[in-house]
């Protein structure tokens, strides 16, 4: 493991990456099993107009990638925050390992099973996680 608590964020952001990846394969070839030509879509279309063509297991990976662009901006800011005041110690890398695998089983569950006590659950962990993490970090740029 590494010893910089901002190898998670990069191993993060590499996933969104992936996630994005996945995103464009699913859509492409769920619009081409539902006769959607892009050479004809209405101009200043969106992907959101997409979700009522698509099955709703398209629709999830999108919905994931969407939701690794919004918390984990967060999660970046944070890790830097540590990382530039002295707050990135042992148990602050752990905590951030922590939140990016739940990031990604998250990610996996919501991609393929998405029941939603479940995603739950492990929202509120890697949340738990970044708020943790926010504290240590209000205390490492105070002190």
Not at 71 to 76: K, S, V
Not at 89 to 118: C, D, E, F, K, M
Request: overall charge positive.
């Amino acid at each position: 493991m590494s010893n910089s608590i901002l190898a998670p964020g990069a191993v993060l952001a590499l996933w969104t990456l992936i996630m994005l990846i996945w995103v464009a394969v699913t859509r492409f070839s769920a619009m081409s099993k539902a006769g959607v030509d892009l050479k004809v879509a209405p101009p200043g279309g969106r992907g959101a107009d997409l979700e009522a063509v698509l099955p709703p297991s398209v629709n999830w990976k999108s919905h994931n990638y969407t939701h690794l662009l919004e918390q984990p901006t967060l999660f970046y800011a944070v890790i830097v925050f540590l990382h530039l005041s002295g707050g990135d110690v042992g148990y602050t890398r752990w905590i951030a390992w922590a939140y990016v695998i739940l990031r990604i089983v998250h990610s996996l569950w919501q991609a393929t099973v998405n029941r939603i006590p479940v995603r739950f659950a492990i929202f509120s962990l890697y949340t738990l996680c970044l708020f943790a993490l926010s504290v240590l970090a209000v205390i490492a740029t105070l002190g």
